[in-house]
């Protein structure tokens, strides 16, 4: 590979990029390395990075300890299969994971990425009914807006509108979409935000395995924060009218919302809960799904008499190490004291985004900021922006939006937050 130049070309013509199309007509920007918030460019530049790879990289890059226990792990093994044999980092990222999850959440199922361990969660959903006789339970009770990746099941509990999923929407298993909740976190309260949620499960609760969505945070599906109220009451109609919950905690997880799980605003316990992202610290794909005894049991006496799923590289020790010194370096310090004061940053430095004309609505939670417009951002213009302003951002739909490592510094962030007035002060 010679120079640069012919690295871009070749990328383009038969690279495919995370929805993109082929060949590439937006830019990428070649990364010879990255440390700390810092991705380091092909051409010199230097980038601080405001969304943590897609709200993974929350250590930041490169990170000593995540690297330390990669290499100890790869002197004794980076893979064996799953199936018939164990091993250390395994068992003891399970443990720590059930450790700090909620109390009920006792069994854990690994899998490689987000999509997949949805996947898990709805069949886990679909088998508990169908072991306990009631198999006409199969279908699933969703928020408008929400996102829960890219295969087909996961697909299908995806907003049916702005997912763009209803181009497959022949293919994908009808489910039921209450409205989005629309009292915001930190709003007070109205009963009414939960009525279309509670007539659907209402009306066809013999029909519904599951209810699943992100709680307290609909973030791919448009960064909105809504009042945890809604959470539990959701949690406490599925109890009600014999349907399970389902949390999608791939995105809020590990501390990003303020809390270390965002169930604990609404102080409850689904019967089963996805994990992915930030679980390794973005250093290596990794996701979980963890499961309660009641209906890890239930399998147990159904016609299968097994759970009916094993990935290939389930439970892969690399990755399971990385996330165990991930989590213990979490542990390590008063990260909910630094999500605060990212909060109260982003608060501050992006107040100013309200004034300008093609802002909608700016609005922080945790380390979460989004700045939204009234108009979709065109990638190919703003993204540019962003990296001349020495920041690496990723927009989406009307959304300017920061998610940066925990690790991040104040003049740091601050070099984000300005850039994002600029760019939006631009438009
Ligand atoms: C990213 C995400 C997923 C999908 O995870 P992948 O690792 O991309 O498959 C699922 N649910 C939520 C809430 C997510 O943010």
Not at 18 to 32: D, G, I, Q, S, T
Not at 73 to 98: C, D, N, W, Y
Not at 334 to 363: G, P, Y
Request: proline letters at 5%; aromatic letters at 10%; one cysteine or more.
């Amino acid at each position: 590979m010679d120079s640069l130049q012919k690295l871009i070309d070749l990328d383009r013509r038969h690279v495919w990029h995370p929805y993109a199309a082929m060949p590439n007509p937006l830019p990428v920007f070649p990364v010879r390395s990255a440390k700390g918030v810092r991705i380091e460019l092909e051409d010199g530049r230097s980038l601080i990075d405001g969304i943590s790879s897609w709200w993974t990289c929350i250590h930041g890059y490169n990170h000593p300890q995540l690297n330390t226990a990669a290499h100890a792990q790869i002197e004794q093994m980076s893979h064996v299969m799953f199936g018939g044999l164990t091993h250390r980092p395994g068992v003891q990222l399970a443990s720590k994971l059930i450790e700090i999850t909620p109390a009920e959440l006792q069994h854990v199922f690994f899998s490689d990425s987000g999509s997949v361990a949805v996947e898990v969660a709805m069949k886990m959903a679909v088998q508990y009914w169908q072991s306990k006789g009631q198999t006409e339970k199969n279908r699933f009770l969703t928020i408008r807006n929400g996102y829960h990746g890219d295969t087909f099941a996961a697909m299908s509990a995806c907003d049916p509108i702005n997912g763009m999923h209803h181009l497959f929407s022949g293919m994908l298993m009808p489910q039921y979409f209450a409205d989005a909740p629309q009292v915001r976190f930190g709003e007070d309260w109205q009963e009414a935000d939960i009525a279309s949620f509670a007539s659907l499960l209402k009306e066809n609760s013999d029909h519904i395995a599951s209810a699943i969505f992100e709680p307290v945070v609909q973030n791919a599906g448009g960064v909105r924060f809504y009042h945890p109220e809604y959470v539990r009451r959701a949690s406490e109609l599925c109890k009600q009218y014999d349907v399970l919950l389902i949390l999608d905690e791939i995105a809020t997880g590990f501390g990003r919302t303020g809390k270390l799980f965002a169930c604990e605003y609404a102080d409850i316990s689904p019967d089963i809960m996805c994990l992915g992202k930030a679980l390794s610290g973005g250093f290596i794909s990794l996701a979980a799904t963890l499961t309660t005894t009641h209906i890890s049991q239930t399998f147990s006496e159904g016609e299968a008499g097994v759970f009916m799923h094993g990935p290939t590289f389930m439970g892969n020790p690399l990755a399971c190490a990385v996330a165990l010194a991930n989590l213990e370096l979490l542990e390590s310090y008063d990260w909910s004291m630094k999500i605060k004061k990212i909060e109260a940053q982003l608060r501050l430095e992006l107040a100013s985004c309200q004034a300008l004309s093609a802002v909608k609505d700016v609005r922080v939670l945790g380390a979460i900021a989004a700045v939204e417009l009234h108009d979709p951002v065109n990638m190919s213009i703003v993204q540019p922006q962003f990296v001349e302003r020495g920041v690496w951002l990723r927009p989406f739909g009307r959304l300017l939006y920061t998610m940066p490592p925990y690790i991040i510094q104040p003049e740091e962030l601050s070099a984000i937050t300005s850039a994002i007035y600029e760019v939006a002060a631009k438009l």
